[in-house]
């Protein structure tokens, strides 16, 4: 996780709340917090995401 180049989301507040990071690694998205960034994580494989990504645009 050394190597990853996190990119904080666009909808995250210039106030620092709600913040989440997200880093493409060779077959997976990570997700994190960016408050917390050697917290947890969530790793989904890149068709899960593009599905996540798909139904949250249809909201």
Excluded: H, N, Y
């Amino acid at each position: 996780m050394t190597k990853a180049t996190w990119r904080k989301s666009s909808r995250s507040s210039e106030q620092g709340d709600a913040c989440v990071e997200v880093a493409l690694m060779s077959r997976v998205v990570v997700f994190r917090d960016s408050k917390d960034p050697i917290g947890p994580k969530i790793f989904v494989s890149c068709g899960e995401f593009r599905r996540l990504a798909e139904v949250l645009k249809s909201l």
